[in-house]
């Protein structure tokens, strides 16, 4: 889901860039960074990771509520990274969930391997530490594709835990843009603008490394940023236009999703085998970008259900999943000071749990 800067400038936070590398050493991107937090006060380097991936047009200091998360985390035993893929700002728009998910397996193992050498004094540093993957938005489908999707000729490392926060369908999103128009255009317009490009897209496939650029003239005219080219593919899986019929790979969170599209998603994670222990889903109970007509709670039991019958592992749901009443997309600001402390407070509580045996 495309993302606003925040409202006001996220306090300054100390910490290490780090650049993640493939497994040949050689750099794919300039790119490919993650963002450390450190605290002054931490006398040795800690033993678990969580790293943390935002949405559409994301970046460092955009997603506010996570400098709070890593401010809870000081205390803890959990080091906190912030993830840039190639996707990151203005990138997502040339890009996919295949390839998020590639650099994010490189950045899974370079922490890894990170966190072995700052703790290899430790007895069996390696295989104590814990590794935990988190979206934002758009960055939970990330987490999501990296859990049930298969793709050929590629190996992605297990993680220990994966957290959903403000996952939504970016479908549902557009189709409530084309009911209510936007700022300067009419409903009408916004949906003559949208199904056009539509055709566009389906008329236009990837054409070379970077696929067919629609025309940015349109796709600003239906809420897409001025500064951002997208190409037909990516345009068309986050639209899904033939869902729930035929839905495309961003299609993941849309409420009129059959079962047997659950069952292929949510229902592989136990199967699959990337997921050691569990996962949390935290959708906000006051998410401005979740349609009026979405029930969320019966959307959420749903995921439950396909997530528990695609594996043997009774306690891959964790329990302190829930519709997070109150909390917005990307909670900041005096009236979300409450409903963010319940979220980050799930969290905590989760990531202290990956830890026991």
């Not at 970016?170 to 916004?190: C, I, N, P």
């Not at 949390?280 to 007509?293: A, F, R």
Request: glycine share 8%.
């Amino acid at each position: 889901m495309e993302q606003q800067m925040a409202e006001s400038t996220p306090a300054a936070r100390a910490g290490v860039l780090h650049q993640y590398k493939q497994a040949d050493g050689d750099y794919q991107s300039a790119g490919l960074n993650a963002f450390e937090y450190t605290s002054p006060t931490a006398e040795k380097a800690k033993p678990h990771a969580l790293l943390l991936i935002a949405g559409l047009s994301d970046g460092l200091c955009t997603v506010p509520f996570m400098n709070d998360l890593a401010g809870a985390l000081e205390s803890t035993s959990w080091s906190v990274f912030f993830v840039l893929l190639s996707s990151s700002y203005t990138g997502w728009g040339m890009s996919s969930l295949d390839k998020d998910v590639e650099e994010l397996a490189q950045c899974v193992d370079y922490v890894k391997a990170l966190k072995a050498r700052e703790n290899q004094d430790q007895p069996a540093s390696n295989e104590s530490c814990k590794i935990a993957i988190m979206g934002h938005s758009t960055g939970s489908q990330d987490v999501l594709h990296y859990l049930y999707s298969q793709p050929p000729n590629q190996t992605r490392p297990a993680v220990d835990g994966a957290i959903l926060q403000a996952p939504v369908s970016d479908r549902e999103a557009t189709l409530s843009m084309l009911e209510t128009g936007t700022t300067k255009d009419s409903a009408d317009v916004v949906s003559e603008i949208f199904y056009e490009l539509v055709d566009i897209a389906k008329s236009n496939p990837e054409e070379g490394d970077n696929g067919y650029i629609l025309p940015i003239s349109m796709t600003s005219r239906i809420g897409f940023p001025s500064n951002v080219p997208v190409s037909s593919k990516r345009f068309l899986s986050l639209t899904s236009p033939d869902s729930p019929d035929a839905p495309l790979e961003d299609d993941l969170f849309s409420s009129d999703l059959e079962d047997k599209r659950l069952e292929e998603t949510f229902g592989m994670i136990g199967k699959c085998g990337r997921l050691r222990k569990s996962i949390l889903v935290l959708p906000g109970g006051s998410d401005e970008y979740i349609p009026e007509w979405v029930e969320m709670e019966s959307l959420l039991k749903r995921w439950e259900t396909a997530t528990k019958a695609g594996g043997d592992n009774p306690g891959i749901w964790d329990e302190n999943s829930g519709v997070v009443p109150g909390v917005r997309h990307s909670p900041q600001g005096k009236r979300q000071v409450k409903p963010l402390q319940d979220l980050l407070s799930r969290i905590q509580t989760f990531l202290a749990n990956l830890e026991k045996p």
